[in-house]
């Protein structure tokens, strides 16, 4: 069995220990539409918003990060997006990234498992603002948990490309074969496994307290 032993968790963000809030996409375009008008975009509308937040999307490995969604609502808008107009509307997006995603219940309690068993833990994430996981984190005091933190706005990749477990385990200074990957989504499940980590669990939140007891029992199997 010692050959089986992990030293590391990666660990999703989204779906495992948070959440958006149901107002979050409304309150989004929201708060774009009042910039827009503030810097008098005079055509912008509610619904001209929600077709430029439809298309921000990029596809393949490189996840869009959050600068680049903000001046290609500009760009949509006949706006040519210059830097400082662009920080504007990217100030203003990300302070409703973090006022609207909240810790799930047992966030904390899945982190204290994983201290427990004493791994070093980091955060895999597929987010569009580090900035934003960052400042989520610090403010519901689950920062202190994490030895790394990755998301595809600073790797420049998404899960299930191999790319970002390399990046947190490379700053762990983990080996594959000793890290074991918590996530929410099936294909990010097989991502980790087709990395080389050990093994990999899909964290299946709609069962709630179960789930709980399945992530438990997933860490004690390798430590």
Same mark, same amino acid.
């Given at each position: 069995?010692?050959?089986?032993?992990?030293?590391?968790?990666?660990?999703?963000?989204?779906?495992?220990?948070?959440?958006?809030?149901?107002?979050?996409?409304?309150?989004?375009?929201?708060?774009?539409?009042?910039?827009?008008?503030?810097?008098?975009?005079?055509?912008?509308?509610?619904?001209?918003?929600?077709?430029?937040?439809?298309?921000?999307?990029?596809?393949?490995?490189?996840?869009?990060?959050?600068?680049?969604? /903000?001046?290609?609502?500009?760009?949509?808008?006949?706006?040519?997006?210059?830097?400082?107009?662009?920080?504007?509307?990217?100030?203003?997006?990300?302070?409703?990234?973090?006022?609207?995603?909240?810790?799930?219940?047992?966030?904390?309690?899945?982190?204290?498992? /994983?201290?427990?068993?004493?791994?070093?833990?980091?955060?895999?994430?597929?987010?569009?603002?580090?900035?934003?996981?960052?400042?989520?984190?610090?403010?519901?005091?689950?920062?202190?948990?994490?030895?790394?933190?990755?998301?595809?706005?600073?790797?420049?990749?998404?899960?299930?490309?191999?790319?970002?477990?390399? /990046?947190?385990?490379?700053?762990?200074?983990?080996?594959?074969?000793?890290?074991?990957?918590?996530?929410?989504?099936?294909?990010?499940?097989?991502?980790?496994?087709?990395?080389?980590?050990?093994? /990999?669990?899909?964290?299946?939140?709609?069962?709630?307290?179960?789930?709980?007891?399945?992530?438990?029992?997933?860490?004690?199997?390798?430590?």
């Amino acid at each position: 069995m010692s050959g089986r032993r992990a030293r590391a968790l990666l660990i999703d963000y989204g779906g495992v220990l948070y959440a958006e809030s149901k107002d979050f996409r409304e309150s989004l375009r929201s708060s774009i539409l009042k910039y827009l008008l503030r810097i008098e975009v005079s055509d912008a509308s509610m619904e001209s918003v929600g077709d430029a937040m439809k298309s921000w999307s990029l596809e393949g490995p490189v996840e869009q990060e959050i600068g680049y969604a /903000a001046a290609h609502v500009l760009a949509k808008h006949g706006v040519t997006p210059k830097p400082s107009v662009v920080k504007g509307l990217e100030a203003v997006m990300k302070a409703q990234v973090i006022l609207n995603t909240e810790p799930l219940p047992w966030a904390e309690q899945l982190l204290k498992i /994983a201290a427990d068993a004493g791994l070093r833990v980091a955060l895999a994430s597929n987010h569009w603002c580090h900035e934003c996981v960052l400042a989520t984190m610090e403010r519901d005091g689950l920062l202190k948990y994490f030895d790394a933190i990755i998301t595809s706005d600073l790797v420049g990749y998404c899960k299930p490309d191999k790319h970002i477990y390399e /990046a947190a385990l490379r700053l762990l200074r983990v080996e594959p074969s000793k890290a074991i990957f918590v996530d929410d989504n099936d294909a990010n499940v097989e991502g980790a496994l087709n990395a080389g980590l050990l093994d /990999a669990h899909r964290f299946a939140r709609e069962l709630g307290a179960e789930a709980l007891r399945g992530f438990k029992d997933f860490i004690l199997r390798y430590v």
